[in-house]
């Protein structure tokens, strides 16, 4: 699957859509999720073109994936998550509901998140 460069992370990337900035560095970009499932919710995207955790981890450079992660836990730490903690997710292919095809992180915090998946 190609890159799809008109998804709405991309937009936001370039501008063409504004967010509510919480940081940004030449690796990433982190925002407050328009429809916030906790207290804290923040996406944290990088900049380059991937759609997915896969593709990211399989073709991001060195720099590009220590510095996202870097960008990810600083969020974290500057959101004031850290002590009381913090969950972050990504969705990654259709099985996991991914909805946009631009990695990212979702960063949820701010009240107790419960467990993780749904048991079967």
Request: one cysteine or more; hydrophobic letters at 40%; aromatic letters at 10%.
């Amino acid at each position: 699957m190609a890159y799809d460069p008109e998804n709405i992370f991309a937009k936001i990337l370039r501008g063409e859509i504004p967010c509510d900035n919480v940081y940004e560095d030449d690796t990433a970009l982190a925002f407050k999720d328009i429809n916030p499932q906790a207290p804290t919710h923040v996406l944290v995207i990088p900049k380059g073109t991937y759609e997915s955790m896969d593709d990211f981890s399989k073709n991001g450079t060195e720099a590009e994936i220590t510095g996202f992660f870097r960008a990810v836990g600083k969020v974290a730490r500057d959101l004031g998550a850290v002590e009381a903690g913090y969950r972050f997710l990504a969705n990654n292919g259709a099985d996991a509901h991914q909805e946009v095809p631009h990695f990212h992180v979702h960063i949820f915090a701010g009240r107790d998140l419960g467990g993780m998946i749904k048991r079967v």
